[in-house]
C-alpha cells in the first residue's frame, strides 16, 4: 500500500513539473511565430533555402529554429503573453494591442506592406456598390486585425463609424463559409482569401487598402530575445531581406516554392505576390502609418493605453543590420 | 370440512409453482389445496423460504406461470383485480399524496362527492379520520400501516391479502394492530387471508391456522381454531395449538415424523 | 470549550469559514501583482477588475450582454426542457420506443456541443439559431437522460399497488410515475440549465455581436484579460445564481423527498 501510494505522488510529482509552462527559450533555441499567407513570403522563402541558419551561423550562432504557425495576429499576441515565442509576424493593428496589453516587444522591421493586400469583399451578386452602401449591414472582420482598421478607415471616408453597421467577430475561415453561404453582407479580410474568393467567382472587393491603409505588416521580437541576441536578430533581418530579394528577381520560382506553405496555387500566388512591397527596411512614412494606426487603435477604444511607437519600433537594430 | 360456493369463497387445487433461477430450477409450492370460505380469517404460518408469500401472491394475480386452480367466487384468477385488496409488509404509501389522497388512489370512477364519502367512511373504520390531511412521513408505522389497510379496502373486496402486514412493526404496536385489524374483520366481515412467521399472531387472528413448511413449500395441516374472540394468548387452549405447531416446526429439524397430541 | 454557548460567535465563525479562503486568495493574488511578480496581461490584479467591471457596469454595456446571454440560454434550455421531458417521458414509459432510440441517443450524447459548432453555422447560419441550437444541444442530454432514468426507477412495489387496484394508465402515469420520477427530473434539470449556461460561451462563438461570451471572445482577440476575467466571473456567479432558483423549485415540488428518503 506504502509503495503504491509513493509511487503515485511520484508519477503526479513527475508529471506537474514535467508540463511547467516553458516560459523561456533553451539557450540555444528560436522560436519563430508565423501565419500561413503571402504576406510574409519572404521568411518562408528563407525557410526552404536555409538562409536562416546560413546568416546566423555568419553571425557566429547555430540555435535550432523552432517553427510555430497561427491563424491570425491575436492568438499570436496570446502566444507572446504566455512567454512562448521569440520573433513574431503580424500586422500592425495586433502589434501595437499586443504592446499595449504589456507584452514585452519591439518592432525589428517591416514584413510587408501592400494596400492591395487587404480589401472590403462583398458577394459578387450584391448590390452594395460603394462604401456608403455598408449602412445598417453586417459586416465581418478579424477584431483587432489589421483589416478591422480598414473597415473603420473605409467607413470614415463616408462619414459613417462602426455603430452604423452591424460589426461581426469571425475567423477567416467562418468568414469565408459566410459570405458564400451570404449569412454576411461583406467583410474585410487579407491574402490569401481575397484571390481564392475572387477566383471562385464568389466575391469582388469593393474597396481595397489603396490610398487608406498601406498595409503594414511587421517583424517583433521580444525585448529579452533582442537584448540578449542582437547579432541573431540582426541575422534574421538579413535573411528575411535575402527572401525578399529572390521573390523579386525569381518571382515564379518563388511562388513554386512556397505555395505549399501559403496555401494557394502557385499561378494564383505570382498574382498575389506581386501587390507586396517586401523590403524589411522601415523609412519614415512607415513610422507616420503605425502612429496612425495607433491613435485610431487608441480613439476607437481597441487600446485602451496608448503606445509610443518611436520607443516601440527599434530602427537602430534595423540600421544595424544592414538591411534597406 | 365443507365450503361453501359462493362469491367470497377461493378454492385453491393442486398449484405448483416453480422458479427458474441460474443455479437450476426451485420448487416454490408443491402440491397447494386449500379452500376458504366466505368471511373466513384464515392465517398462513411457516418460515422463511415456505413459499408463503409466493402463495399469497398467486391469489393477488402478482404472480403467474403456475400449474392447477386458483378460484375464486368459481372463476379463475388471471391477475389483479379490484376483488382481491393487498396490503404488504411495507406500507407502499405514496408520500406526495396526502393520507385521504393515498386512500382515495384506488378508487375510479366516482364523482368527487361519493369518492369524498367513501375515504371518509374508510377513514373513520381505522380510526383516522383526524389525520385525513397529513402526508405519510407524519405518520408512525402503525398509523400508516392503518392506511394501507383503508386504501386496500375501499373497492370492497372480496378477499384481503394480508403478507406479514405487522412485520416490520415493533412488537407492542403489533399486538394494538392485531385487535386493530379483528375489529375491522367484525366490521366489514371481508374474507382475510394474512401471511405471517408469527406462530401466536396467527393463533390469535386465524378462524384456521394454515401450516406450511419448507422446501418445497406445502401445506403441511391445517389447524382451526375454535376459540371465542377475543382470545386470551395464555389460556390453555391457545396455549395446546401453540405446542402443536411449535413441535410441526422444531420436528421438521430434529425428526422427520411429525407427532399430534 | 466556548462552544454553542455564543451564538454571535458562531455566526462570526461561520462567516469566516464562507469566505476566508476567498479573502486570502484575492489578498495574495493583489499582494503578488504590487510585488511584480505576475504581469497585468497574465493576470490581473483584484482592483484592474473591479474598477473594468465598474466601467461595463457604468456604460449599461454589462446589462446588455447578460441580458442577452440569458435570453438565450433560456430559449434553448425552454425548447430542451420541452422536448427532453416529452421525448424522456415517452421512452421511459415504452419499451419499443427505448430499443428504437437508445443507440442514436447513446452515440449523440458524447459528442460536446462545441463540436457541433461548424455544423451549426451551415445549417442556421449565424444568426440566433445557430446559437440557441447549440445551447440546446449541451441541455437536451441530461434532461432526456435523466427522465427516462426517473421514469424507469419508478419503485416496483408501488407498481405492484397499482396493478393490485387496478389504476387506470393515466392516472397511473400522472400521480404514481412521474411523482415519483420527479427527483431525477428535477436533478437533469438543473444539471441542463448549468450546461447551457456552460455552452453560452461555446455558443457565441458563433458571430456574436453582443453577450457575455462574445464580450469574453472580444476581449481575447484584443488581449484585454482584465475583461476576459471579469467575463469569467460575471458567468460563474449568474451561473450560481440559477442553480439557488432552481435549488428553491425543487424544494417546492419535492417537498416531500427529504423525509422520504429517511423512510
Not at chain 2, 412467521?197 to 391445517?222: C, F, N, Q
Not at chain 3, 402515469?173 to 427530473?185: C, F, K, T
Request: proline share 5%; with cysteine.
Amino acid at each position: 500500500m506504502k509503495t503504491i501510494y509513493r509511487t503515485f505522488l511520484a508519477t503526479l510529482a513527475t508529471a506537474l513539473l514535467w508540463n511547467l509552462p516553458a516560459g523561456f527559450a533553451a539557450a540555444d533555441e528560436i522560436r519563430i511565430a508565423t501565419q500561413p499567407i503571402p504576406h510574409y513570403a519572404p521568411i518562408f522563402v528563407a525557410k526552404h533555402k536555409e538562409w536562416l541558419e546560413e546568416e546566423l551561423a555568419k553571425a557566429g550562432a547555430k540555435p535550432v529554429i523552432k517553427w510555430a504557425s497561427f491563424s491570425a495576429g491575436p492568438p499570436i499576441n496570446e502566444s507572446f503573453a504566455a512567454g512562448q515565442q521569440d520573433i513574431g509576424f503580424l500586422g500592425d493593428t495586433p502589434a501595437i494591442i499586443g504592446r499595449a496589453a504589456g507584452i514585452d516587444t519591439r518592432i525589428i522591421g517591416l514584413a510587408s506592406n501592400g494596400p492591395e493586400s487587404l480589401a472590403v469583399i462583398v458577394p459578387t451578386k450584391s448590390n452594395i456598390k460603394s462604401p456608403k452602401d455598408l449602412r445598417g449591414k453586417k459586416a465581418a472582420v478579424v477584431k483587432g486585425s489589421y483589416a478591422h482598421h480598414l473597415l473603420v478607415l473605409v467607413l470614415q471616408k463616408e462619414g459613417l463609424t462602426v455603430n452604423d453597421i452591424d460589426l461581426i467577430n469571425l475567423s477567416q475561415a467562418d468568414i469565408a463559409t459566410a459570405i458564400v453561404n451570404g449569412n454576411i453582407d461583406a467583410a474585410a479580410v487579407w491574402e490569401p482569401i481575397i484571390t481564392k474568393l475572387e477566383s471562385e467567382g464568389a466575391v469582388r472587393v469593393l474597396t481595397d487598402g489603396t490610398g487608406i491603409k498601406k498595409g503594414i505588416l511587421v517583424i517583433i521580437a521580444t525585448n529579452d530575445f533582442a537584448g540578449k541576441h542582437r547579432e541573431q536578430t540582426k541575422a534574421l533581418l538579413r535573411a528575411y531581406q535575402r527572401g525578399a530579394q529572390f521573390i523579386e528577381s525569381n518571382p515564379k520560382e518563388a511562388a513554386q516554392l512556397i505555395a505549399g506553405d501559403v496555401n494557394l496555387p502557385a499561378d494564383l500566388l505570382l498574382k498575389v505576390l506581386a501587390k507586396f512591397d517586401f523590403h524589411p527596411a522601415i523609412h519614415a512614412d512607415d513610422i507616420d502609418e503605425i502612429k496612425a494606426s495607433e491613435a485610431f487603435m487608441l480613439s476607437a477604444g481597441l487600446i485602451k493605453t496608448p503606445v509610443n511607437i518611436d520607443a516601440f519600433v527599434d530602427v537602430d537594430l534595423a540600421r544595424e543590420s544592414g538591411i534597406k | 370440512m365443507g365450503v361453501k360456493s359462493t362469491g367470497a369463497s377461493l378454492v385453491i387445487e393442486r398449484l405448483h409453482k416453480k422458479f427458474q433461477l441460474r443455479a437450476g430450477q426451485v420448487i416454490a409450492l408443491q402440491d397447494i389445496n386449500l379452500s376458504i370460505s366466505d368471511g373466513e380469517f384464515i392465517s398462513i404460518v411457516g418460515a422463511s423460504g415456505c413459499g408463503k408469500s409466493t402463495l399469497l401472491r398467486i391469489i393477488a394475480g402478482l404472480e403467474n406461470g403456475h400449474e392447477g386452480t386458483v378460484k375464486l367466487g368459481g372463476r379463475r384468477i388471471a391477475g389483479p383485480g379490484l376483488d382481491r385488496g393487498m396490503v404488504f409488509q411495507e406500507h407502499r404509501l405514496l408520500p406526495w399524496l396526502t393520507v385521504e389522497g393515498n386512500v382515495a388512489f384506488g378508487l375510479n370512477g366516482q364523482t368527487k362527492g361519493e369518492r369524498e364519502r367513501i375515504v371518509r367512511e374508510h377513514l373513520e373504520l381505522v380510526g383516522l379520520s383526524d389525520f385525513a390531511k397529513a402526508h405519510p412521513h407524519q405518520l408512525s408505522g402503525g398509523m400508516a400501516q392503518r392506511v394501507a389497510i383503508a386504501r386496500a379496502l375501499v373497492n370492497q373486496p372480496k378477499l384481503l391479502l394480508l403478507d406479514e402486514p405487522f412485520g416490520a412493526l415493533d412488537a407492542l404496536t403489533k399486538i394494538q394492530m392485531q385487535r386493530e385489524i379483528l375489529r375491522i374483520w367484525e366490521v366489514e366481515r371481508t374474507t382475510m387471508v394474512m401471511v405471517t412467521h408469527d406462530i401466536d399472531e396467527a393463533i390469535y387472528l386465524g378462524d384456521r391456522v394454515v401450516v406450511m413448511s419448507s422446501r418445497p413449500g406445502t401445506v403441511k395441516k391445517v389447524l382451526p381454531v375454535p376459540l371465542p374472540r377475543p382470545r386470551d394468548r395464555s389460556s390453555y387452549e391457545f396455549v395446546q395449538i401453540r405446542k402443536q405447531i411449535y413441535a410441526d416446526f422444531f420436528a421438521e429439524v430434529d425428526m422427520p415424523f411429525s407427532y399430534t397430541i | 470549550m466556548v462552544r454553542d454557548n455564543n451564538p454571535r460567535l458562531e455566526k462570526i465563525k461561520y462567516l469566516f469559514q464562507y469566505t476566508g479562503l476567498s479573502v486570502i486568495i484575492l489578498v495574495t493574488w493583489q499582494t503578488l501583482f504590487y510585488l511584480g511578480f505576475i504581469k497585468p496581461i497574465i493576470l490581473p490584479p483584484p482592483t484592474r477588475i473591479i474598477a473594468t467591471f465598474w466601467e461595463l457596469l457604468e456604460s449599461g454595456a454589462m446589462a446588455r450582454h447578460i441580458g442577452i446571454s440569458v435570453l438565450r440560454v433560456l430559449e434553448g434550455f425552454g425548447i430542451a426542457a420541452v422536448l427532453g421531458l416529452g421525448l424522456g417521458i415517452a421512452i421511459g414509459l415504452s419499451r419499443t420506443l427505448d430499443r428504437m432510440t437508445d443507440l442514436i441517443i447513446q452515440v449523440t450524447k458524447p459528442i460536446p456541443p462545441l463540436a457541433w459548432i461548424p455544423l451549426a453555422i451551415l445549417w442556421f447560419g449565424i444568426g440566433e439559431q445557430s446559437k440557441v441550437y447549440i445551447i440546446f444541444l449541451g441541455a437536451f442530454f441530461p434532461i432526456i437522460i435523466n427522465t427516462i432514468a426517473g421514469i424507469r426507477q419508478t419503485d416496483h412495489k408501488f407498481v405492484e399497488v397499482a396493478r393490485v387496484l387496478e389504476v387506470p394508465s393515466g392516472k397511473f402515469i400522472s400521480q404514481m410515475v412521474i411523482p415519483g420520477a420527479l427527483p431525477a427530473i428535477m436533478t437533469g434539470i438543473r444539471v441542463g440549465l448549468m450546461v447551457a449556461w456552460i455552452c453560452v460561451v461555446a455558443a457565441e462563438l458563433i458571430a456574436a455581436s453582443s453577450g457575455i461570451g462574445y464580450l469574453i471572445m472580444d476581449a481575447r482577440q484584443l488581449s484585454q484579460s482584465d475583461v476576459v476575467l471579469v467575463g469569467m466571473i460575471t458567468i460563474g456567479v449568474i451561473g450560481k445564481l440559477m442553480d439557488s432558483m432552481i435549488k428553491r423549485l425543487e424544494k417546492r415540488l419535492i417537498g416531500w423527498r427529504v423525509s422520504f428518503a429517511g423512510d
